[in-house]
Every structure is written in C-alpha cells, then in structure tokens.
C-alpha cells in the first residue's frame, strides 16, 4: 500500500513538474502575429515591405516574427480568428456585426472611414438599367461580408428590400464565374474586384457606394491579443496609419503595387485613386459605435443575424483616448453642411 501511495505521488509529481515545464516553454516562446489579410489591402504592403515585423521585432524581441494568410473575404478572416489561427485583420462593417453575432472572441481597435470602392454590377448587355428592375431577380454578394449589407441600403433607397430579391450567397471568385456565364443578374462586389470586372468586361454599376451613406472598414484583434498584448494592438495600429499616409502621398507607386496584385494596370488604379479620398485610420469614437450599432440592428430585424448584438461591448481604445470626441465623419458632415449652408446664403 504505501509503495503504490509513494508510485502515485511520484506520478503527480512529474505531471506537475511537466506542467510547469509547458507553461514555462509557452511563456518563453518567440511571439507570433498572426495577420490575416485580403487582396491588396494595407497589410499586404506592410507584409511586403516588412515594416510591421520590423516594429514587432522592436517590441518583443529579435525572434518575434508577423505571419500572413490570405483570405478571399472578411467573413472567412474572423472565422479564422474564431478558429484560433488569426489574431488581427481587416474587414468591411458587416463581418464583425455576424462574428460577434456568432460569439467569435474579437475587439474592434481602428476604423477607416469610406465613401467609395463598392458597386452593385450588371453585365454590359444587361436589360436591367435600374435598381427597381432588380425586383426577382437574382443578386450574389458575399454572406456576412460588407456587400450584405450593401445591398439591403442600395435596395432600401428606391422602396425595395432585402426579401425583393433572390439571394445568392457566393464567394467573390464564385460570384465572378458566374457573373462572366450569366447565371446571375447582379453583383454587389468591392475593389479589387470590382475595378477588374469593370475593366475586362464592362461591368455596369448600377449604384456605387459613393450615393450612398459613408460606409467604414474596421481593423480587429482576437480578444486574447487585446487582453494579453495591447502594445501589438497598438503597433499595428501605428503602422497600418503610416501606410495609410504613404498610398496616399504615393499615388503612383501605390498604383504600380496594385497592378502587381490584381494584373489591373497601374494607369486604371492612378485614375481611380484621384477621385477617391483616403482617410485616416481612427480609434473607435461613440458615434463610429452608434453607426455600427445600427447596421447591426438591420441586420437583426431582417432576422439575417440569429440575435441582437450590442457593438459596444466589444471596443478596445488605448489609454487616454476620449471617445466622446466626434469622429471624422462626423467631422466632415459638418463641414459639409457648413459649405451649404454659405451657398444658399
């Protein structure tokens, strides 16, 4: 009896001793960001020119490293963060609305404000000239992604719904295949996507997201990053910024890398980026989650989520930062309204 009392103390012993050991291995471990990305977005200039590892290396040590997956789409990206694999990405305003629907372990931690990039297309030699014509007929977006909620706002503006239409839920590479065979009316896509159906087979917008209320792309971080690593949180943030200010100083060779990730030529994204202005990167104001918090509630009316979300509970902002501040779109209405206001005058 007290040899196996003495064998199962041993045991326990080890096991601990084992635990200790793993725990201590894990802690030592070089630390790793996972960066899930999409097709010629801000972190693939950051993961071409190795700026963000170069930060990340600073902060964490010589054997930190930034490892990049690509994804086709938002929706994808944040399973991935659900699965554990991807801790930071960005995404159009839907995704994060259907994530955290889906209890996915994430925090909004930066926004870009957005007036264009997005359209809903028809074939050149579509008969449909207007979106009332779309009654019936069958529209592919992507589920979950910024597109989702694209079309229900594009519909809503001539009387129309979600539930006027036929939906078909495809991916964007699906959605092209058969956009190009016919097998659908419509496409409601975003850039690069979108620039490359316009420009090898004169895809027609019917609507652009420029008509449209200002839109918003959101940067987020697995909660787990958020809690344990606010300092990498906060390094992306600082370098997607400094990104954000070289495209927009840089328009030419911006255009030059675009053209390298979608085949599209340069000259076609120069002229597309004149007439489209770049905003700054923002942390997330009250009314950056008041805006969201409505697309979220479209989308629980429409029964298009399982349940209501409450958006604020899930926002990460540094130290310091005043979220009561009014956002840059804010900001802009105002001085649009402003400019108005003197020419009526």
């Known amino acids: 009896m007290h040899a196996l009392r003495r064998i199962t103390l041993t045991v326990i012993a080890a096991a601990l001793l084992l635990a200790t050991f793993t725990v201590q291995a894990q802690d030592d471990a070089p630390f790793v960001l996972r960066v899930g990305h999409q097709r010629g977005d801000y972190f693939t200039i950051l993961k071409n020119n190795g700026s963000l590892e170069a930060a990340i290396k600073a902060e964490f040590g010589d054997d930190a490293t930034v ?99 036929v939906p078909a839920p495809l991916a964007p590479a699906d959605a092209r295949a058969a956009f190009d065979s016919g097998s659908i009316d419509a496409w409601v896509i975003w850039d690069p996507f979108l620039t490359i159906a316009v420009s090898q087979v004169n895809a027609r917008p019917l609507i652009d997201s420029s008509q449209l209320e200002p839109t918003r792309g959101y940067y987020l971080a697995s909660e787990l990053l958020a809690n344990e690593n606010p300092a990498a949180v906060q390094i992306v943030f600082d370098q997607l910024q ?12 911006y255009a030059e890398f675009l053209e390298s990730e979608t085949t599209v030529p340069a000259e076609v994204w120069l002229a597309i980026r004149e007439n489209r202005p770049i905003y700054d990167l923002e942390y997330i104001a009250d009314d950056i989650v008041a805006s969201q918090q409505a697309i979220a509630d479209v989308f629980a009316e429409l029964e ?42």
């Not at 209890?103 to 579509?126: C, D, H, K, R």
């Not at 910024?146 to 129309?160: C, K």
């Not at 956002?327 to 309204?337: H, K, N, Q, R, W």
Request: cysteine-free.
């Open 67 to 165: 490892e990049y997956t690509l994804f086709p789409a938002g929706p994808p990206l944040l399973e991935a963060v659900n699965g554990g694999s991807i801790d930071v990405g960005g995404v159009g305003n839907t995704p994060p609305i259907f994530a955290q629907a889906a209890t996915v372990p994430l925090v909004y931690f930066a926004s870009q404000l957005s007036t264009s990039g997005s359209a809903l297309i028809v074939p050149e030699n579509s008969p449909i000239q207007s979106l009332e014509e779309l009654t019936g007929k069958t529209v592919a977006f992507t589920t979950g992604s910024s597109a989702n909620y694209f079309v229900i706002e594009a519909l809503r503006t001539v009387g129309l719904d979600f539930p006027d239409i």
């Open 304 to 345: 298009l989520i399982p349940n209501a979300i409450d958006v604020s509970t899930i926002i990460w902002r540094p130290e310091g930062f005043d979220p009561t501040e009014p956002s840059l779109a804010i900001t802009l209405l105002g001085e649009e309204e402003a400019e108005t206001e003197e020419t009526e005058e």
């Open 242 to 253: 400094e990104t954000i200010t070289w495209v927009r100083d840089n328009p030419e060779d």
